[in-house]
């Protein structure tokens, strides 16, 4: 199996994948909002950051660095959730909300075990 393929089926990064793309639709309208625009900048640069860093993490040469970087994804996911649930609030509605916040746990959860495997192993 291709190096790649294996990178696209974890799950983590699948999920993030998924969630960018929800970013990315959730946020265009509001881009035009004056009160949004760093709001709007800085989830989208969030949410790519999960991917990106399972990606850079992926392409390393240590479990070291791989871990590393899952927990930077983790960070990510977890900064993500949290703008969904305290800051953009104001601006979409309560399923929506809701929604973005379980994908963003389910990526944290997934993250989180994969974290746990990786350090354990001698």
């Given amino acids: 199996m291709a190096n790649n393929d294996r990178l696209h ?5 699948r999920k993030a ?19 949004c625009m760093r709001l709007v900048s800085q989830q989208i640069a969030s949410a790519d950051s999960i991917g990106s860093n399972i990606e850079e993490g992926y392409g390393r040469s240590t479990r070291k ?10 960070g990510s996911a977890t900064e993500t959730r949290g703008r969904y649930e305290q800051r953009f609030k104001h601006w979409f509605p309560a399923p929506t909300i809701a929604a973005r916040v ?10 989180s075990a994969a974290i746990v495997t990786l350090r354990s192993r001698p």
């Fill in 17 to 35: 994948c998924e969630l960018f793309d929800h970013v990315v639709a959730d946020m265009t309208p509001l881009a035009r909002n004056p009160l």
């Fill in 102 to 111: 379980a994908l963003c746990e389910e990526i944290i959860a997934i993250l």
């Fill in 9 to 13: 089926q974890f799950g983590a990064y």
């Fill in 65 to 74: 660095d791989y871990t590393h970087f899952l927990v930077i994804a983790r």
